[in-house]
């Protein structure tokens, strides 16, 4: 079974750094670009990027490329998220994601994140 | 960014059928996915790649569409089908999302 676990997220203050973790199992991570998307409260999903197998190829939505850093641990079987310059307008839940078929296939349960002095 | 507009709500019986929407800004070929999200969870892909059905799902749902109309069908819908319905194009960078379609039952 394809399993997805988010944590590390939680209550930040304004302007500091905060780093998610995606902990995969039940599929041969390293064949599978990964991907993060984020869901403000109340609001639809935005796509914050990607990564391909060997971390060599990493995309992001333009507007998160110089706050966003994502990495991954194939002998870990891990994906991460390294935030920075946390603002309210990052509050929200981060959900990892398995891309399969050119699509998102497999979801985490999400973590939420709440920036807030 | 290609623009992904959804209508925003649509209410149904159960047993009808129903369209969902999505319109791009550009052509995404066939690269439009679509997801189910029910409140307090995380979304969950049910059509890939414009009319391919993800596993599992149930063959009531179906998807059409190329370049930059697509079209999510449920038919027919049950109550369990109480979501927002989300499209994705992974065609151009970066990849979007349309805002959602609610769908509720009458």
């Known amino acids: 079974e394809v399993k997805l676990v988010e944590s590390g997220g939680g209550l930040v203050q304004p302007g500091r750094s905060l780093k998610l973790s995606c902990a995969a199992s039940g599929f041969s991570f390293n064949d599978y670009w990964m991907g993060w998307v984020r869901q403000a409260p109340g609001k639809g999903l935005e796509w914050i990027g990607e990564?391909?197998?060997?971390?060599?190829?990493?995309n992001y939505t333009p507007s998160l490329k110089d706050k966003f850093t994502i990495s991954r641990d194939n002998a870990q079987n891990t994906l991460y998220l390294q935030m920075s310059k946390l603002g309210s307008e990052d509050t929200a839940i981060y959900y990892c994601a398995r891309e399969g078929y050119y699509s998102l296939d497999y979801w985490g349960q999400g973590v939420m994140v709440t920036v807030s002095s | 960014d290609t623009v992904l507009t959804q209508s925003p709500a649509l209410a149904v019986s159960p047993g009808e059928r129903v369209s969902i929407s999505c319109r791009a800004s550009?052509?995404?070929?066939?690269?439009m996915h679509w997801y189910q999200q029910k409140p307090g969870q995380q979304p969950k892909l049910l059509i890939y790649k414009a009319s391919n059905l993800a596993s599992g799902v149930p063959a009531r749902f179906s998807g059409s569409g190329s370049g930059t109309d697509f079209t999510l069908t449920i038919d027919p819908v049950e109550a369990d089908d109480t979501a927002t319905y989300f499209c994705?194009?992974?065609?151009?960078?970066?990849?979007?999302f349309g805002a959602g379609t609610k769908l509720e039952l009458k």
């Open positions: 990564i391909n197998q060997d971390s060599s190829t990493i």
């Open positions: 994705q194009q992974s065609w151009n960078d970066p990849d979007t």
């Open positions: 550009e052509g995404v070929n066939s690269y």
